[in-house]
């Protein structure tokens, strides 16, 4: 069974700092990963796409990384703001399938 | 970049009574679309796939006479929520796109049934 799993299932940081998010899933046979930002209230808005062949993509201080051999991903954000406050869902999908593995998303709260 | 729209954003309505949702891809034609449900603080939750000029496909599960899909055209899907309960008050998102480029998804309508 194609399944994603996120940690931590939510986290508090300071405003300014860094934060790492992960992402482990079994989808096979993989074909891509998508990091999405869902704020509260709002559909998810695309943060990064990869394929397998791609171990980094950044979108302004969004930073994803892929190991597709470990099946992890990474979402890192830099110099946290508050406007960063929102859940980070981890999406893949497979090559025979057109629906999508949702994880259950990390909730990041970031405090002045 | 591809743009969905979602409407209404917020809907409030009685128990029994029907409501709408809409779905436009507005800057490309989507021959599939998708419909998810999300409960507070999980994750989306696929519904049906909508299918351009022909039925839905339901997810197991799901009520296809409580939840009508309809996809008309290339840039339009609807769901109804047909006689509606309380247990029905959810956020409904659609998407649309392709595996190639990405799944677009709506900004969500809040659903309140009273």
């Known amino acids: 069974k194609n399944q994603v799993e996120q940690s931590p299932q939510s986290l508090i940081i300071l405003e300014g700092k860094n934060c790492t998010l992960q992402c482990n899933y079994t989808v096979s046979p993989f074909s891509n990963l998508r990091w999405y930002k869902q704020d509260t209230g709002r559909g998810p808005v695309s943060l990064t796409i990869?394929?397998?062949?791609?171990n980094t993509k950044s979108n302004g201080r969004y930073t994803a990384t892929l190991d597709a051999d470990t099946k992890q991903s990474s979402l890192h954000i830099t110099a946290s703001q508050l406007s960063d406050s929102a859940s980070y869902i981890c999406v893949v999908s497979a090559t025979n399938d057109y629906k999508l593995s949702f994880g259950a998303g990390t909730t990041v709260t970031v405090r002045a | 970049g591809a743009v969905v729209s979602q409407h209404p954003s917020r809907v409030i309505c009685k128990s029994g009574t029907s409501v709408k949702i809409e779905c436009r891809s507005l800057?490309?034609?989507?021959?599939?679309m998708f419909w998810y449900r999300q409960f507070p603080k999980k994750s989306l939750m696929l519904m049906a796939t909508s299918n351009e000029g022909s039925k839905a496909t339901y997810e197991q599960g799901v009520e296809k006479d409580k939840f009508l899909i309809n996809h008309a055209s290339l840039t339009l899907s609807t769901l109804t929520v047909t006689s509606a309960h309380p247990e029905d008050s959810s956020f409904y998102i659609c998407?649309?796109?392709?595996?190639?480029?990405?799944?677009?998804f709506g900004s969500g309508t809040r659903l309140t049934v009273v």
């Open positions: 990869m394929t397998f062949s791609e």
């Open positions: 998407s649309a796109g392709g595996q190639n480029y990405g799944y677009t």
């Open positions: 800057d490309f034609q989507a021959t599939t």
